[in-house]
């Protein structure tokens, strides 16, 4: 028997033939079975791609999806693969400065970070910011929009060996979270009066460190829960261990604190298409100009995907692992 599946809801597809697409903690807690999100195993995770367009869907319309196009597009899984189709709306094409993989760097954490930064904190000058995971995907990318900002301060927490790197690129601060306690150094580096914002992927009892270290006006946003994942495999005591020190915050004390507490998940935005693709397309405009440069860390054969998730595990990685069919 010959059936047609509709597998998604949606209008005009194009197919895009990928060059290279990103690898994201998402991903790596996917396979752990720590991400609520990702299909049933087996699955193709991945939310990134850049190639070129080699075939359109009828009733594709927009001048930009064309046959021979250089484009990124985000996905909502099945990224990982050699040849995706997407809905016509979610292409943008890169620029001609931009290589495949610097480009497949760019969607996820570009958009996590502006997203942050902008929308939900509203980002002013002046502020002082702390970034934790700092040489990751998202930390990097918050430095190169905080950068638009003018007088930000900027703090982060990374591994001694990837502090020179991160001054060189524009971090004011670093603080080696292995073997310091950052809660002292921001109070000291701040004359004692905290931070306007934090950025947290970690969770767990770090969320109520970070909500201890705000201003007068501060936020706090969460956009992840790494310290769930201590290493290759799953942990289920230290999954419930940090799910257990995730603090409760109180509307009263949120209110007598003058502090804000805010979350973040780019995937639970796939529905909102005219606020992601307007930020995309800010982020789009930033790159072409040059304003803004993802940094690729590393680059793998999809045969050797066990070795990139496993340089992301270790925390080796300074920016985006990429992966290429």
Request: proline share 4%.
């Amino acid at each position: 028997m010959r059936a047609i599946w509709i597998t998604r809801h949606g209008g005009p597809e194009v197919r895009i033939r990928v060059r290279a697409c990103g690898l994201n903690f998402a991903e790596l807690m996917a396979r752990q079975g720590l991400y609520p999100d990702a299909p049933k195993p087996p699955c193709v995770v991945g939310y990134e791609v850049s190639g070129v367009i080699d075939a359109l869907g009828t009733g594709v319309g927009d001048a930009s999806a064309r046959v021979g196009a250089r484009v990124l597009a985000m996905m909502r899984f099945g990224a990982h693969a050699d040849v995706v189709c997407v809905p016509a709306s979610q292409v943008h094409v890169i620029p001609d400065h931009a290589s495949f993989e610097e480009a497949a760097a760019l969607p996820v954490v570009y958009l996590t970070a502006f997203h942050i930064l902008f929308r939900v904190a509203s980002l002013k000058p002046d502020s002082h910011v702390l970034v934790h995971m700092a040489g990751g995907g998202v930390g990097l990318a918050a430095l190169d929009l905080v950068r638009t900002v003018a007088r930000v301060v900027l703090i982060g927490t990374a591994s001694e060996s990837k502090h020179a790197l991160l001054r060189e690129r524009g971090f004011d601060h670093c603080i080696d979270y292995r073997t310091k306690d950052y809660v002292a150094e921001v109070r000291r580096l701040t004359d004692g009066r905290g931070v306007d914002l934090v950025l947290d992927p970690l969770g767990g009892e770090d969320w109520k460190k970070g909500y201890d270290l705000l201003r007068s006006g501060g936020m706090l946003v969460a956009y992840g829960f790494a310290n769930m994942s201590g290493g290759e495999t799953r942990n289920l005591f230290r999954v419930a261990s940090n799910y257990f020190k995730v603090p409760k915050f109180s509307p009263m004390d949120l209110m007598d604190r003058n502090r804000g507490v805010a979350g973040v998940n780019m995937g639970h935005l796939w529905n909102e298409v005219e606020l992601v693709n307007g930020e995309i397309r800010e982020l789009m405009t930033l790159y072409g100009e040059k304003r803004i440069r993802p940094t690729v860390d590393s680059v793998f054969k999809f045969d050797q995907a066990a070795a990139a998730h496993r340089r992301m595990h270790e925390r080796k990685n300074v920016g985006k692992v990429i992966l290429v069919p």
